[in-house]
T-cell receptor, first 115, second 116 residues
Framework: AQTVTQSQPEMSVQEAETVTLSCTYD???????LFWYKQPPSRQMILVIR??????QNATENRFSVNFQKAAKSFSLKISDSQLGDAAMYFC????????????FGKGTKLSVKP | GAVVSQHPSRVICKSGTSVKIECRSL??????MFWYRQFPKQSLMLMAT?????????EQGVEKDKFLINHASLTLSTLTVTSAHPEDSSFYIC????????????FGSGTRLTVV
């Protein structure tokens, strides 16, 4: 069975600085999707970024980028120029390409942004 | 973009009563709906998966008779917590997707259930 591990329960970053959130996963599959979701205090789940395993190029979305290391089964999220609104829980998630489609979530990392 | 409307956002009910939570996909047809439960400061725990027109598939340890899921149409799925007890108090979130082709997931805004 696939598992997702986020080893940093909490992280803190100074406003305008850069922070990297770690995520590793375990799978025997070769084709899958990886996601980072943000859950602010409102608890609405917001997609931050998505990566398809067959794509070698790391996904980017404005200030958010990932470092996808398929062989190492690592999928870290880098947030550049951190803003106060980035403060939230961040969840890394995995989805098999061929499954019925449920997401497997990590335990989350709580990110605080200091002004 | 794709929107899933989840209602109610908050509900307080008495122990022993039933509560229904609705999730509607507003601008796409959700072939699959996932229901999650989230305890404070924890991750989302998948409770069940429902495909339109089929019986839901429940995760191990989730009581199917307590958590009734209906997905009768491509735009509506409901979760009914029957004979609720205080230990059922939690945050419930739905997530919809169109699996073929896979387009991603859209989450509802969640329902905070408090059983008194």
């Amino acid at each position: 069975a696939q598992t997702v591990t986020q080893s940093q329960p909490e992280m803190s970053v100074q406003e305008a600085e850069t922070v990297t959130l770690s995520c590793t996963y375990d799978t025997s599959e070769s084709d899958y999707y990886l996601f980072w979701y943000k859950q602010p205090p409102s608890r609405q789940m917001i997609l931050v970024i998505r990566q398809e395993a067959y794509k070698q190029q790391n996904a980017t979305e404005n200030r958010f980028s990932v470092n996808f290391q398929k062989a190492a089964k690592s999928f870290s999220l880098k947030i550049s120029d951190s803003q106060l609104g980035d403060a939230a829980m961040y969840f890394c998630a995995y989805r098999s390409r061929g499954s019925q489609g449920n997401l497997i979530f990590g335990k989350g990392t709580k990110l605080s942004v200091k002004p | 973009g794709a929107v899933v409307s989840q209602h109610p956002s908050r509900v307080i009910c008495k122990s022993g009563t039933s509560v229904k939570i609705e999730c509607r996909s507003l601008d796409f047809q959700a072939t699959t709906m996932f229901w999650y439960r989230q305890f404070p400061k924890q991750s989302l725990m998948l409770m069940a998966t429902s495909n339109e027109g089929s019986k839901a598939t429940y995760e191990q340890g989730v009581e199917k008779d307590k958590f009734l899921i209906n997905h009768a149409s491509l735009t509506l799925s409901t979760l009914t917590v029957t004979s609720a007890h205080p230990e059922d108090s939690s945050f419930y979130i739905c997530s919809a997707t169109y699996t073929v082709p896979f387009i991603g997931y859209t989450f509802g805004s969640g329902t905070r259930l408090t059983v008194v």
